[in-house]
Nanobody, 124 residues
Framework: QVQLVESGGGLVQAGGSLRLSCVVS????????MGWFRQAPGKEREFVAA????????YYADSVKGRFTISRDNTKNTVNLQMNTLKPEDTGVYYC?????????????????WGQGTQVTVSS
């Protein structure tokens, strides 16, 4: 069974940085497209970033372009999200997701595996 475990969330002031990590076990990590989503209180889960299986292509929501960087290490079964210049509107629970397909999707229901989430709070 595929398991995803996130870490690295916390409380940070606006303008600060955080690095999220997600370790995947129980599957062949290099066969999964990996992504990050977030969900703010009272809002729907939204796409943040995704990376193809080889890491050759990355995708970002417009709201995080230029501030966030997604990367993966297929030797360590890990995907990371470096978040810089954080804003209060970045606050939410961040989820790591895996998709056993070659295509990237920004729709949550298209992703088959999810972590438990890690809280990110950005204070103003």
């Amino acid at each position: 069974q595929v398991q995803l475990v996130e870490s690295g969330g916390g409380l940070v002031q606006a303008g600060g940085s955080l690095r999220l990590s997600c370790v995947v076990s129980g599957g062949t990590f290099s066969m999964y497209v990996m992504g990050w989503f977030r969900q703010a209180p009272g809002k729907e889960r939204e796409f943040v970033a995704a990376i193809r299986r080889s890491g050759s292509s990355v995708y970002y929501a417009d709201s995080v372009k230029g501030r966030f960087t997604i990367s993966r290490d297929n030797t360590k079964n890990t995907v990371n999200l470096q978040m810089n210049t954080l804003k209060p509107e970045d606050t939410g629970v961040y989820y790591c997701a895996a998709r056993g397909d070659t295509a990237v999707s920004n729709i949550p229901r298209a992703w088959g595996y999810w972590g438990q989430g890690t809280q990110v709070t950005v204070s103003s």
